[in-house]
């Protein structure tokens, strides 16, 4: 078997022993004589995974009783849609913050859903950057306020969360369970799991109780939060198997010691790439330093050539998908929580050969 470094942004790594862990159970499933993924979703079988989904990530971010964990489909990216469905009464109007990509899609979807203030807008910015958490002035009466805690494509990260008045929504998929957060910051978090949660296929929303039972009255049933609350994420088939993947995944995260132990590690893997870019001459960081990404490290080099090189020669010694996105271009390196260090330790020592050879 030969497994590569795999720095891409989504879907990401896995541990490697979930992965094999859900091969040996593939299959047979715990001795079923069936594959999780042919069982039924009411079975009792599937009945403890999906409860075990829940409740690690219940224990990971140490929800108080009154938020609900829901189990959804359709990535973040339908929840663009769903939380002013859910959380914008006609008539009321949003916050939202414009960091990047992600946050701009957020943003243009809610606009079909309502009035929406754009109270910070760093899209633009170059060195990438973030508002300044003190500078963020709020609309008095907004149902919600929307922010994204990690911009995948920019690599910039919110390193705290304002306090609002307004419920905080905020997406998480690129840097959940990643460190320690106050969960009773925030209204309601959600997040594609295929970063630092599973596979593709499943997004997890966690929401202040309060704030389903507020639903638009006009919103379809599938689209409530409320619905899916209600019936422990089993209104519908759910995706089993990827809540499967994600219950090992959380799983795994526990053992590990959870998400303090987990956050010291992204830290220190981040530290290293970020210290080889500032104490070289030839590469770039992409963001400004206080807004610096723990999950997604971007960076130039001197020439679109060198970099087309770079990604070039670093696969070719195993250390794939290295490429920036194709919006904005340049290396990004992704090392979500599964990520080892071995492989940060790898990218390192190779930038400092290619610097020598070329630089
Ligand atoms: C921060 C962020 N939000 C939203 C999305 C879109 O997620 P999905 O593809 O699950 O809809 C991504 C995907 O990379 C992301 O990084």
Redesign the pocket.
């Known amino acids: 078997m030969s497994r590569i470094y795999n720095f891409c942004?989504?879907p990401a790594a896995m541990p490697l022993e979930v992965l094999e862990e859900a091969q040996r159970d593939l299959v047979d499933y715990k001795g079923s004589g069936m594959s999780i993924m042919e069982m039924s979703h009411r079975g009792k079988e599937y009945d403890a995974v999906h409860n075990e989904a829940g409740d690690n990530i219940r224990k990971l971010l140490k929800l108080p009783d009154n938020y609900g964990v829901i189990f959804m489909t359709?990535?973040?990216?339908?929840?663009?849609s769903l939380v002013p469905m859910n959380l914008l009464p006609a008539g009321q109007s949003a916050d939202y913050t414009n960091t990047g990509s992600?946050g701009a899609?957020?943003t243009k979807e809610a606009k079909q859903f309502g009035q929406i203030n754009v109270i910070a807008n760093t899209e633009k910015d170059f060195p990438v950057r973030l508002p300044e958490v003190a500078s963020l002035k709020f609309t008095p009466g907004a149902a919600y306020v929307h922010l994204?805690?990690?911009?995948?494509?920019a690599g910039t990260q919110w390193k705290s969360f304002p306090t609002t008045a307004a419920p905080l929504v905020c997406?998480?998929?690129?840097d959940i369970l990643s460190r320690p957060i106050d969960v009773t910051q925030f209204g309601l978090l959600y997040?594609?799991?295929?970063?630092n949660l599973g596979p593709?296929g499943v997004?997890l929303v966690v929401i202040r109780k309060d704030l389903a039972e507020k639903v638009n009255e006009k919103c379809p049933m599938f689209f409530r939060y409320k619905t899916h609350l209600d019936e422990n994420s089993l209104h519908n088939t759910p995706p089993c198997f990827a809540i499967y993947m994600l219950m090992l995944c959380t799983r795994w995260l526990l053992k590990l010691g959870g998400v303090d132990a987990i956050a010291q590690i992204n830290k220190a893997k981040a530290a290293k790439i970020y210290t080889a870019l500032d104490v070289s001459g030839f590469y770039k960081a992409t963001a400004v330093k206080e807004f610096r990404s723990d999950m997604n490290v971007t960076f130039r080099l001197p020439t679109e050539a060198l970099e087309e090189q770079f990604v070039k020669e670093a696969s070719a010694k195993g250390m794939k998908q290295l490429k920036g996105h194709r919006s904005v271009g340049g290396i990004r390196a992704s090392i979500y929580n599964a990520f080892p260090v071995a492989g940060v330790d790898a990218l390192v020592a190779f930038m400092k050969e290619f610097e020598q050879k070329n630089g």
């Open positions: 942004a989504g359709g990535g973040a990216t339908a929840q663009f992600w899609k957020a994204t805690s990690n911009e995948t494509i997406d998480m998929s690129s997040a594609g799991a295929q970063k593709s997004t």
